[in-house]
Nanobody
């Protein structure tokens, strides 16, 4: 089964940027991929996703500030986060769902492979 490992979290000031990476143990080509986050006391929230055949979606809270991308050759999923706000503070997870040929993805946490998470803190 695919395994996922996130990296790139840290602490940044409001308005700053971070780039999260998710390394997969095998090919990501036939998976829908997603980034989720969870803050203390809150439910897990879908942030961005990619369909296995293209197509992407973003939550309203990050649209225009975050960008998700995939490098199939390097088996890596990336989340570029710009103009960070204190409310972006959370533990960020990448996730995968086997779904070959899918042009769409979901921000609902209906994924079956999850990484362990990386903490992002936005604070002055």
């Amino acid at each position: 089964q695919l395994q996922l490992v996130e990296s790139g979290g840290g602490e940044v000031q409001p308005g700053g940027s971070l780039r999260l990476s998710c390394a997969a143990s095998g090919s990501m080509q036939y998976y829908n991929l997603g980034w989720f986050r969870q803050a203390p006391g809150k439910e897990r929230e879908g942030v961005a996703c990619l369909g296995s055949y293209g197509g992407s979606a973003y939550s309203d809270s990050v649209k225009g500030r975050f960008r998700v991308s995939r490098d199939i050759d390097k088996n890596t999923l990336t989340l570029q986060m710009n103009s960070l706000k204190p409310e972006d503070t959370a533990n960020y997870y990448c996730a995968a769902l086997w779904n070959p040929g899918s042009p769409r993805c979901t921000l609902s946490p209906r994924y079956d492979v999850w990484g362990q998470g990386t903490q992002v803190t936005v604070s002055s």
